[in-house]
């Protein structure tokens, strides 16, 4: 079955509405797979995170910018896009969605937002495998 409106509104229910959602993020670096969860806001066929842009996770994707992600009984790869500066005015009205989702941990001190190398990540779906009540939603 195509990807369709019945499968985007499983994903919001899933994985969207202003849910912090941790997911596996899966990237290659030399031809070995590394595996880190990360929190993650979904809207519009992509997934949000809030990461520091000189990171081996990002090192990974400079070299090779598909990534794997999964979450409940999902599956998919995704493009990634470095959105900036998470304070950039660009990045505005994302940002304070990121704040809203994130709004138990974002302040913890793990974040230095004042530093222009705490980025948005956006993961755009490329292809992917949604199940769902016994129907197999494929991107």
């Given at each position: 079955m195509n990807w369709n409106e019945q499968a985007e509104r499983i994903m919001m229910e899933r994985f969207g509405n202003g849910k912090d959602n941790i997911i596996p993020l899966a990237t290659v670096e030399n031809g070995v797979p590394y595996l880190r969860y990360v929190n993650a806001y979904?809207?519009?066929?992509?997934?949000?995170?809030?990461?520091?842009?000189?990171?081996?996770?990002?090192?990974?994707?400079?070299?090779?910018?598909?990534?794997?992600?999964?979450?409940?009984?999902?599956?998919?790869?995704?493009?990634?896009e470095s959105l900036g500066w998470f304070c950039d005015?660009?990045?505005?009205?994302?940002?304070?969605k990121l704040k809203k989702?994130?709004?138990?941990?974002?302040?913890?001190?793990?974040?230095?937002?004042?530093?222009?190398n705490t980025i948005i990540l956006r993961l755009e779906l490329t292809d992917a495998v949604l199940l769902s009540h016994g129907t197999r939603y494929e991107m």
């Amino acid at each position: 079955m195509n990807w369709n409106e019945q499968a985007e509104r499983i994903m919001m229910e899933r994985f969207g509405n202003g849910k912090d959602n941790i997911i596996p993020l899966a990237t290659v670096e030399n031809g070995v797979p590394y595996l880190r969860y990360v929190n993650a806001y979904y809207e519009e066929n992509s997934f949000y995170i809030i990461t520091y842009a000189l990171s081996n996770k990002m090192r990974h994707i400079q070299t090779n910018s598909v990534v794997a992600i999964a979450g409940d009984w999902f599956t998919a790869h995704a493009k990634r896009e470095s959105l900036g500066w998470f304070c950039d005015e660009k990045n505005c009205l994302l940002a304070e969605k990121l704040k809203k989702t994130f709004a138990s941990w974002i302040d913890n001190g793990h974040n230095v937002f004042s530093n222009e190398n705490t980025i948005i990540l956006r993961l755009e779906l490329t292809d992917a495998v949604l199940l769902s009540h016994g129907t197999r939603y494929e991107m």
